[in-house]
């Protein structure tokens, strides 16, 4: 009996050591996990402080570039201090926690995207997190079509981008996306018939208060109305601008002395450039007036018949940057160039005021923001009576104080000096065109239009927004605002 109960103690001895054992190995790793659950949070914290240090970096550059838009140097002289710049970053004691450092690199030439990457630091710890993000300044070019008077796109008409009107539009072709006006309601000078229609509508639809159909068949991405208004005022102290622009580094030419100038781009960074001597003359039963109007200021055939040579082979400007101060007549290709060129006449009168036109194909070689063009007008953007039937214009088109469009020519028009159409019937041809297709935008103050309701001019007009156009515009291109916009933020491995 006693080395029984000697047996059973040795036992619970055993016993006791075991769970001793194992209870000693829970706790210690539980110790180990509170541990290195303590070290983990700490880490934590500390990453999501260089985080928010290194946002604090961004929202910094970005109040910078609110109010000096051309620095990009924080202040420092370029040559001499390019980055990065370092700023410690402070609690409201004035205690320092930290730093970011900011690495800016200043827009490509002719785009206006900032990109700032900024490190942030923890004093106490080595961790850093990085954040990138890029700013832009949009250009006035954010739509396919833009307005600052009553728009009517009649059938055959196909518009791919958002178009906006500071007036009412009529709308009975294609719309690929938003079409807006600044206008709830509004009476259509077409109908002149005192009816209220909202202010973007398609025949058919009913008048307020009756809420119009969705009419998804033309409004593919809906319409909205009213929207704030477009400011066209901004272009007139661009136009001005760009003159200086050109005077000072750009190509610049003063009046003619005839009746404007032509030229011509060449895909090998040159240009030919013109005097215009005459214009090609239309048939005396050819007369303005215009369907729906008493009269076109400015009409005429405005197509060129005889030129001489003023200059050829000009390099473009390094600045981009070709004014004409005269009437201007352009077209031909680019390869990888971005211009910008205006025509214009100071001090700005509306009786001298300047017009530039496309007869023939302007177009890209590239289309992935490369090539890009704008012309920027005075007056009038303007086709001309005789025009290729199937014209191509790759550009931004910016009509300041007139608009951009084709004169009205009647089934009498013709163009009997013609000498590249050799019979009557052919010239007749001229008052219907077959298709325009415009690859950019267009901006015009006064009326658009290339076709009117009795089937003369460009049967189907075909208009694609360039996106890139936005943060990418021809040099010097006129913008919405003077302010910046981000356009991407996101966090980036440390460098």
């Known amino acids: 009996m006693r080395k029984l109960c000697s047996t059973k103690k040795g036992l619970i001895l055993v016993n006791v050591l075991v769970f001793s054992v194992i209870a000693l190995v829970i706790t210690m790793s539980l110790v180990n996990w509170g541990a290195t659950l303590l070290k983990r949070t700490v880490q934590m914290v500390n990453s999501q402080q260089a985080y928010e240090i290194a946002e604090s970096g961004i929202d910094y550059y970005r109040w910078h570039l609110a109010n000096l838009p051309s620095d990009y140097y924080d202040g420092n002289a370029s040559s001499t201090s390019p980055g990065?710049?370092?700023?410690?970053?402070?609690?409201?004691?004035?205690?320092?926690?930290?730093q970011f450092a900011l690495t800016i690199t200043p827009p490509a030439t002719g785009t206006s995207i900032v990109t700032v990457r900024s490190k942030g630091t923890m004093a106490s710890t080595s961790l850093s997190r990085t954040i990138?993000?890029?700013?832009?300044?949009?250009?006035?070019a954010q739509y396919a079509v833009?307005?600052?008077?009553?728009?009517?796109?009649?059938?055959?008409?196909?518009?791919?981008g958002p178009i906006q009107s500071n007036y009412g539009i009529h709308f009975d072709g294609i719309a690929h996306n938003i079409v807006a006006s600044a206008l709830s309601q509004y009476i259509d000078?077409?109908?002149n018939d005192g009816v209220q229609r909202y202010g973007v509508y398609t025949t058919?639809?009913?008048?307020?208060?009756?809420?119009?159909?969705?009419?998804?068949?033309?409004?593919?991405?809906?319409?909205?109305f009213p929207v704030p208004v477009i400011d066209f005022n901004n272009i007139t102290t661009d136009l001005s601008q760009l003159l200086t622009i050109a005077q000072n580094g750009g190509s610049s030419y003063t009046s003619s002395g005839v009746l404007g100038y032509y030229i011509l781009l060449h895909t090998n960074d040159t240009y030919d450039i013109y005097k215009v001597t005459s214009l090609q003359s239309l048939s005396g039963t050819c007369s303005n007036d215009a369907v729906g109007l008493s009269g076109q200021t400015g009409?005429?055939?405005?197509s060129v018949v005889n030129k001489t040579i003023f200059r050829s082979?000009?390099?473009?400007?390094?600045?981009?940057?070709?004014?004409?101060?005269?009437?201007?007549?352009?077209?031909?290709a680019i390869n990888g160039a971005r211009l910008t060129i205006a025509a214009g006449a100071f001090p700005a009168n509306p009786s001298t005021y300047k017009n530039i036109t496309i007869n023939n194909n302007i177009t890209y070689t590239n289309f992935n923001g490369q090539d890009s063009l704008g012309l920027i007008a005075q007056n009038n953007i303007n086709v001309g009576f005789v025009s290729a039937d199937n014209l191509t214009i790759d550009a931004a088109l910016v009509a300041q104080n007139g608009r951009a469009g084709r004169y009205y020519y009647s089934s009498n028009c013709s163009t009997p000096t013609d000498p590249n159409y050799p019979t009557t019937s052919s010239y007749r041809n001229y008052y219907i065109r077959s298709k325009l297709?415009?690859?950019?935008?267009?901006?015009?103050?006064?009326?658009?239009?290339?076709?009117?309701?009795?089937?003369?001019?460009?049967?189907?007009?075909?208009?694609?927004?360039?996106?890139?156009?936005?943060?990418?515009?021809?040099?010097?291109?006129?913008?919405?605002?003077?302010?910046?916009?981000?356009?991407?933020?996101?966090e980036v491995p440390n460098q």
Do not use: C, E
């Open 299 to 302: 009409w005429g055939s405005w």
């Open 437 to 490: 297709s415009l690859a950019g935008m267009i901006a015009s103050n006064l009326r658009y239009g290339f076709a009117y309701t009795d089937g003369t001019g460009y049967q189907i007009r075909n208009i694609t927004y360039d996106g890139n156009l936005l943060y990418g515009p021809p040099p010097s291109f006129p913008s919405a605002t003077n302010q910046y916009s981000t356009i991407s933020w996101k």
């Open 146 to 160: 833009v307005s600052n008077d009553n728009i009517y796109f009649g059938s055959g008409t196909t518009i791919f």
């Open 189 to 191: 000078p077409d109908l």
């Open 204 to 224: 058919g639809d009913p008048t307020p208060p009756t809420t119009p159909p969705a009419d998804a068949n033309i409004f593919l991405s809906g319409r909205q």
């Open 84 to 98: 990065p710049y370092i700023h410690p970053f402070q609690d409201k004691d004035g205690n320092v926690l930290g």
């Open 313 to 332: 082979a000009v390099p473009f400007p390094s600045s981009g940057v070709i004014f004409v101060q005269d009437n201007l007549w352009i077209d031909g």
């Open 132 to 140: 990138q993000a890029t700013f832009a300044v949009p250009s006035f």
